[in-house]
């Protein structure tokens, strides 16, 4: 009996202390994500591109030729994108006394528009004490402006992705050479970079489509900065859920600005046929049951990580979401708590 007694107390002793290391470990994170941010989205970029680099190197390229032709497709694509962002945020920035003007227009003939269907309409100063009708101007600012805040460490995520693509050649060797059992080591963290390669490389291919499908529609439309919305449209697409809500927010409001309630309808009606198509269509179809992960988990995983992180930690909750959750697949003792991460749905 006492045995039994010393057990439990042991076990609620290590589950006590597991809960404490997971606090610290969480409260490090938070204060500390300054720094992981930009590091998480270089290995972000490293994944994407790690499968091209392979690639290439299986063609026969030396490794220092294939590091190169990788180097300048990621400076071509952030300079394409630093400067679409940088540009945009100038001309937004140009433009603002006219987005003023037509914002202000078209508020007052809303206003006289109700007074002449004979609903009463209280004076400009108390209806600006409910409504700002500059709100729209000020939520695309605020958005453009995270874009530049993220847009000031390009740089540093470009470098930090290069070098953990130089490391990634010769990782599997030490960690071959450092490891009491290399064969498992090796065969638990080639699982856990196949099935991110796997979904990061399906993920980034549906949000491309997402991308360029929006960007078409708002440059049939005349929605200014097409190129910027369906940027940001790719990048929100990796967010589950809300991130395609959320790309959809700046061009509707820049089409009520520009054009009126009826051309926004339209952009928010493209967007809801786009995101519809690819995400309940063609997603599923392209990554079938890859991610393993329930959708409540998915979405809990989104308000931590997006706590702990901000923004960046919401674009990036699903990778780093399964990569906890085939860590704890790959051992016996954490089992139990992987399934209970896993999807509804019966695994061959």
Do not use: C
């Not at 003939?109 to 409504?131: H, M, N, R």
Request: glycine share 10%; proline share 5%; charged share 10%.
């Amino acid at each position: 009996m006492s045995s039994k007694n010393t057990t439990k107390t042991d076990k609620g002793g290590m589950l006590l202390i597991n809960i404490a290391a997971f606090i610290i470990i969480v409260a490090g994170m938070k204060l500390s994500s300054s720094i992981l941010e930009p590091f998480l989205l270089a290995l972000f970029v490293a994944v994407i591109f790690i499968s091209p680099f392979f690639s290439l190197r299986r063609k026969g390229l030396p490794k220092s030729l294939a590091l190169l032709i990788i180097i300048l497709i990621i400076f071509g694509i952030g300079s394409l994108f630093g400067t679409l962002i940088g540009t945009s945020i100038k001309d937004f920035s140009d433009n603002l006394p006219i987005y003023q003007e037509n914002l202000m227009g078209k508020t007052s003939a809303i206003l006289k528009w109700l007074s002449s269907v004979g609903i009463a309409v209280p004076d400009s100063e108390t209806i600006q004490g409910y409504f700002d009708p500059h709100a729209p101007l000020r939520i695309i600012g605020m958005i453009l402006g995270a874009l530049g805040t993220l847009l000031s460490q390009t740089f540093l995520i470009i470098i930090t992705s290069i070098f953990i693509l130089l490391e990634a050649a010769s990782f599997t060797h030490k960690l071959k050479r450092a490891s009491h059992n290399p064969d498992q080591s090796v065969s638990n963290f080639e699982h856990i970079h196949n099935n991110i390669k796997q979904y990061m490389s399906l993920k980034t291919l549906v949000s491309l489509g997402t991308g360029l499908a929006v960007t078409i529609w708002l440059l049939i439309l005349g929605v200014d900065y097409p190129l910027l919305w369906g940027m940001l449209a790719f990048l929100l697409n990796y967010i589950p859920n809300i991130g395609s809500i959320i790309a959809a927010i700046p061009p509707v409001l820049m089409a009520i600005i520009q054009f009126g309630l009826f051309r926004a309808l339209l952009v928010a009606g493209g967007y809801l046929v786009v995101n519809f198509v690819m995400g309940n269509i063609l997603e599923p179809r392209i990554m079938g049951r890859g991610l393993g992960l329930s959708t409540l988990v998915v979405f809990l995983s989104l308000i931590f990580w997006g706590w702990v992180l901000g923004p960046i930690g919401m674009l990036l909750s699903v990778p780093l979401t399964m990569v906890i959750k085939i860590a704890l697949d790959s051992h016996e003792e954490t089992r139990g708590i992987g399934i209970l991460l896993g999807s509804n749905e019966r695994q061959p």
